[in-house]
């Protein structure tokens, strides 16, 4: 059996604004074993960097903790020291972030950039730079020494995302986020840094925190899949099993409306009618209760538990409760 | 087209709304009011010769004492406003006019414009002023009209880079694109629309330039190069006053506390000036 | 950076060409005949003849200035009429003086600006930083000459913590005199560079690359000293080369106020005695070293960011 390697426990995290709390994750929980990669799907809104600061607590100064843990190999990252949280980024847990043109230093080469990362290694400086060197090969970058000396705006988008990578990987880490990596990138581009994941993980065995709205890669590459809606979770389980049958309305909707599951041409794209709700005035009951096709008179004022409903499969929904009168 | 005139009103009441603009517009309201009523509001003749009143120090007779031909310094500093206002202000709209109009050439009209104007601010821009200044005086000799032709000409590259640059932005934007392709003559273009969108910008300019300018009117006058005496400057109150530094230390007060006055005021105005008409720029503030 | 570098110089010459001939063209503009205005009224025919024909005032125009450039290009700036020396000799005998306060007003006043606007920046909104903020708006407004004889006033004649006048003998003696100068010069530039780098160290330290640092455990010294840092203090290197000008500006003042020796006092003296040449050769020396320090300032910035080398 396989260790787990993160849980979130009933994590609730807000933002304090002058209109008052923000409820940006409600009793989140999920976890990750070793090796696995987990995908969260979700529009926007629905928590996923307020997930991931609270992961490496990279906090905004607004944002307070009101409930749970979070633990990593047993530890709750929430009452660790920023010492020991430093100590942590970058090397058991690391970061892809969504947009590759901003997330280089752009007046520091390329190469000490991927040298400084590697300050915690008592290597010379020739050693980082030919690991460094090693790892953008492995990404795929051509002419890696070379290239160790060029700026940031001397690659493309595609190559500074393999960087990004890169980057991340050369701690070999225990988990890996990656919020986002190809929402910034054309399809093609898309493909092979996902092949290229893949192939890295195979290697590394690290495991992977995957955030996407994309579905079908999600599909692709995780094994397990968490759905988030809002703020909380909806369902969340074994993604073949998540995507052949799914248990909370939204996750049907979603599944229905991505593009890449249109069997026939259609004449209207379909969506999702309404809008995400307000964080500082949350509606009572089930938070999808206003834009769901299927909700009861209970869904207003009972908020529905996330339960398991088959071996790893949880969801949050009323309707799974049918057979059992209110 | 906006109505320019509610649209000044929102802007003085958002310059008042900032308590640092406040404090600006109150005291250039003050330093114009008393600049526009100085000959009635001087208790004593400004250029008054009164020799057996000299050097004494502040007094109730003499607010800021009295000078070595025994002028009184109030006076002196009252009258020195309007003088500062006569020469700032024609410079400042005189350089600004110039500029901008330049500066629109510039930015719409042919390439070859563009460069042969930008090689002028830059080469004007590569004097430094009071050396500049200084050059033209040695050939020109001082006057009053000495210093506002050098104090406007060194503002000139100023005022047309700005303006070029708002033109060239403006150029492509659609409701210009609109107008050319309607057959609106270069002149209309230049003159209906674009010239009230750079306006604002250059108001700001203006405002934070005439500090500047006033200071260089009184560097000049304190170097003998500037006004002619009697006329009373800051800048000559201070060459007074330092030429007897000891004895009539008051006069090195009276002429530097004004034009601090005035800089400090000009400048709380034009960077709130700025801060309404441009919100984007609040976020550095 | 080689190639930037080069065309970059090659702009500089360019616009010290155009100023170099804007200034000769001036020169010739002045109605009256130069040679009587230099010579005031005492002149004999004899004295004027030789002058004429010293600076080739009896030649067309255009052959008047090539003369012009290719004495320039060899360094001759003329004769001092009334000494008989080289006017280059003279200037630049007094250069060095006017260098030394200009440098030590950029030092202080640098240094204590990024500090200061580095410091404001790593604690926003606190109270030091609107204090600080106000008080950079206040020197900011105060013109360097004004500021010059306040403290001649308060400092040296007053309170007598600073000699009023002269450069002094010897090290030691040198800087002590060069304090208030320096100071009264200096103040509005600390204000500026402090409000500049607050400004500049806020807008880097919300940028993403700063959030992927952190991301990967460094040091928030390291990211604050060297990630944001050199990008913030970028506006700031070009702030000075751009300074250079209006110090030599204010170094004018500060050298009459302080009665120090230097290109100010030269220019001024040289006013008054109504010496063409000097004060020609005093101009043209001051914008070619401001030419110059904008010139360096980009070439440091390109160094810095290199991001703009591909710019002019």
């Known amino acids: ?326 | 087209m906006a109505n320019s005139r509610s649209e000044l009103g929102t802007i003085i009441r958002g310059v008042a709304r900032d308590p640092l603009g406040l404090s600006g517009l109150i005291i250039v309201g003050m330093i114009v009011l008393s600049a526009l009523l100085a000959s009635w509001i001087t208790p004593y003749d400004p250029v008054a010769i009164n020799i057996k009143d000299r050097m004494q120090g502040p007094s109730l007779t003499h607010l800021l004492g009295t000078d070595q031909l025994g002028r009184d310094t109030f006076s002196r500093v009252i009258m020195g406003g309007q003088v500062a206002l006569k020469v700032a202000l024609p410079a400042v709209f005189g350089a600004m006019a110039i500029g901008l109009t330049l500066g629109m050439l510039a930015g719409y009209g042919p390439k070859w414009l563009d460069n042969f104007l930008i090689l002028i601010f830059d080469t004007i821009r590569s004097f430094p002023t009071v050396m500049f200044a200084l050059a033209v005086v040695a050939l020109v000799g001082p006057s009053l009209q000495t210093v506002v032709f050098v104090v406007m000409a060194t503002s000139i590259p100023t005022y047309g880079r700005v303006a070029r640059t708002q033109t060239l932005t403006l150029r492509n934007s659609e409701f210009i694109l609109a107008e050319r392709s309607m057959g609106a003559s270069m002149a209309r273009i230049l003159g209906v629309h674009m010239l009230p969108n750079i306006i604002g910008v250059l108001a700001v300019l203006a405002a934070m330039d005439i500090p500047t300018v006033i200071a260089l009117e009184a560097g000049l006058s304190f170097l003998g190069l500037g006004v002619k005496p009697p006329t009373p400057s800051w800048g000559a109150l201070l060459k007074d006053g330092y030429a007897l530094i000891r004895q009539t230390p008051w006069l090195v007060v009276g002429g530097g506390l004004p034009i601090i006055f005035a800089t400090l005021g000009f400048t709380f105005l034009g960077e709130s000036l700025r801060d309404v008409i441009d919100p984007k720029l609040r976020k550095n503030r | 950076m080689l190639k930037y570098a080069v065309k970059r110089f090659a702009l500089a010459a360019l616009i010290l060409f155009v100023a170099v001939t804007a200034m000769f063209l001036m020169i010739r503009a002045v109605p009256g005949d130069p040679v009587q205005i230099m010579l005031g009224p005492r002149a004999t025919p004899e004295l004027q003849a030789a002058l004429t024909a010293k600076l080739a005032l009896d030649q067309p125009i255009w052959k008047q200035l090539l003369i012009f450039y290719g004495n320039m290009l060899q360094g001759d700036l003329g004769i001092d009429v009334f000494s008989e020396r080289p006017v280059t000799e003279i200037v630049f005998q007094q250069l060095p003086h006017t260098l030394q306060l200009i440098f030590a007003a950029i030092l202080w006043s640098a240094l204590l600006g990024i500090g200061l606007g580095a410091y404001a920046a790593a604690h926003p909104n606190t109270l030091i930083d609107r204090f600080a903020a106000a008080l950079s708006v206040s020197f900011v407004a105060a013109p360097a000459f004004v500021v010059a004889l306040l403290s001649l006033l308060v400092f040296a004649v007053q309170l007598k913590w600073f000699p009023a006048i002269g450069v002094g003998e010897g090290l030691g003696d040198k800087l002590y005199h060069l304090v208030l100068p320096a100071f009264a010069i200096g103040l509005s530039w600390v204000g500026y560079i402090a409000r500049l780098v607050r400004a500049s160290m806020l807008e880097v330290m919300g940028e993403n690359h700063i959030r992927t640092a952190r991301a990967f455990g460094l040091s928030e010294n390291r990211i604050v000293m060297v990630y944001a840092l050199r990008i913030a203090i970028l506006p700031v290197v070009t702030v000075i080369g751009v300074g250079i000008g209006f110090l030599l500006s204010a170094a004018v003042f500060a050298e009459i106020v302080f009665a120090r020796p230097g290109l100010g006092k030269l220019v001024i003296d040289s006013i008054t005695t109504r010496n063409y040449p000097i004060v020609m050769g005093s101009v043209l020396v001051s914008t070619a070293l401001f030419v110059v320090s904008t010139a360096i300032a980009d070439l440091v910035n390109a160094w810095l960011d290199p991001r703009a080398r591909d710019s002019v």
């Open chain 1, 1 to 326: 059996m396989t260790e787990t390697l993160l849980e979130i426990d009933n994590l609730s995290v807000v933002y304090e604004t002058s209109r008052g709390d923000l409820k940006a994750l409600r009793d989140i929980t999920f976890d990750i074993r070793r090796g696995e990669i987990v995908g969260i799907v979700g529009e926007s809104g629905c928590g996923k960097s307020t997930l991931i600061s609270s992961i490496l607590r990279l906090t905004a100064p607004n944002m307070r903790f009101r409930n749970g843990e979070v633990r990593f190999k047993g530890d709750n990252l929430l009452m660790a020291s920023n010492r020991q949280m430093r100590d942590l980024r970058g090397s058991d847990i690391s970061i892809v972030f969504q947009d590759p043109m901003q997330t280089h230093n752009p007046v520091i080469s390329i190469g000490q950039q991927m040298v400084d990362i590697q300050h915690r290694s008592s290597a010379s400086v020739r050693e980082k730079r030919a690991r460094a060197a090693k790892m953008l090969g492995f990404v795929g970058i051509p002419d890696p020494e070379a290239r160790l000396n060029q700026f940031p705006h001397e690659f493309s988008g595609g190559m500074r995302q393999r960087i990004a990578i890169a980057m991340a990987l050369m701690s070999e880490p225990d988990l890996l986020i990656a919020d986002e990596p190809t929402t910034a990138l054309d399809a093609t581009l898309e493909v092979q840094i996902i092949e290229r994941l893949q192939e890295l993980q195979r290697e590394m065995h690290c495991a992977i925190l995957f955030i996407s709205h994309h579905l079908g890669v999600i599909a692709e590459l995780c094994d397990r899949v968490v759905v988030m809606y809002a703020g909380a979770v909806v369902e969340s389980g074994d993604v073949r099993e998540i995507f052949h049958n799914p248990k909370h309305p939204y996750t049907r909707r979603l599944i229905e409306c991505d593009p890449g599951h249109f069997k026939e041409r259609a004449r209207v794209l379909p969506t999702i009618p309404g809008e995400v709700p307000d964080l500082a005035d949350l509606p009572g009951g089930c938070i999808f209760r206003d834009r769901c096709d299927r909700a009861m008179p209970r869904c207003a004022s009972d908020v529905p538990p996330l339960e398991t409903l088959k071996e790893g499969h949880r969801a949050a929904c009323w309707l799974n409760h049918e057979e059992v009168p209110a």
